[in-house]
């Protein structure tokens, strides 16, 4: 199950991640998508509101995405650390300016190729951003009738 999610999200710049505070209010935002690696997801928050807030409190978190050829969900679970420091940080800046610069260079392109105008083609993340990295614990699928599976990675 883990290798559909890891090729789905390769093929992603965003997804929708949803936290809660410890009464139970819910937040559900977008954050952009870095990368899958050792069990582990990245994402970048600039925007340091509700998401971050909630996480400094309760470090759970659940991370849901679509794969719009198939109607299959799915949904990792998992526990964040922050890194907004440190050698892992500066390393983790190297490549999202890598990712950064890709991605601007795709919007460009898909433009000049099929017409497809962009209010912005460039994508400038801001200087301020923080790092969530999920550990993933357990992951789901959602099939297309409402069947569903669970995969337990890790206790956590």
Same mark, same amino acid.
């Not at 440190?86 to 000049?112: F, P």
């Not at 790092?131 to 669970?150: D, M, N, S, T, Y």
């Given at each position: %199950?883990?290798? =559909?999610?890891? *090729?789905? @999200?390769?093929? *992603?710049?965003?997804?929708?991640?949803?936290?809660?505070?410890?009464? $139970? *209010?819910? +937040?559900?935002?977008?954050?952009?998508? @870095?990368?899958?690696?050792? $069990?582990?997801?990245?994402?970048?928050?600039?925007?340091?509101?509700?998401?971050?807030? +909630? /996480?400094?409190?309760?470090? *759970?978190?659940?991370? &849901?995405? %679509?794969?719009?050829?198939?109607?299959? #969900?799915?949904?990792?679970? #998992? &526990?964040?650390?922050?890194?907004?420091? #440190?050698?892992?940080?500066? =390393?983790? %800046? +190297?490549?999202? @300016?890598? =990712?950064?610069?890709? /991605?601007?260079?795709?919007?460009?392109?898909?433009?000049?190729? &099929?017409?497809?105008?962009?209010?912005?083609?460039?994508?400038?993340?801001?200087?301020?951003?923080?790092?969530? =990295?999920?550990?993933?614990?357990?992951?789901?699928?959602? $099939?297309?009738? #409402?069947? /569903?599976?669970?995969?337990?990675?890790?206790?956590?």
């Amino acid at each position: %199950m883990l290798d =559909k999610i890891k *090729r789905i @999200l390769t093929k *992603r710049e965003f997804i929708s991640v949803a936290t809660s505070d410890f009464s $139970g *209010r819910p +937040n559900a935002a977008p954050k952009f998508f @870095l990368k899958l690696e050792h $069990g582990f997801v990245y994402l970048v928050d600039y925007t340091i509101g509700r998401t971050w807030e +909630n /996480l400094k409190s309760n470090p *759970r978190v659940s991370l &849901s995405l %679509m794969d719009t050829d198939s109607l299959y #969900g799915y949904q990792i679970n #998992g &526990s964040v650390e922050i890194i907004d420091k #440190g050698e892992e940080y500066h =390393k983790i %800046m +190297n490549e999202l @300016l890598q =990712k950064e610069i890709d /991605l601007s260079v795709k919007r460009i392109t898909e433009a000049v190729v &099929s017409g497809k105008v962009h209010e912005s083609f460039e994508v400038a993340i801001p200087k301020r951003i923080i790092v969530f =990295k999920v550990k993933i614990e357990e992951v789901a699928e959602i $099939g297309p009738r #409402g069947e /569903l599976k669970r995969e337990k990675l890790c206790e956590n």
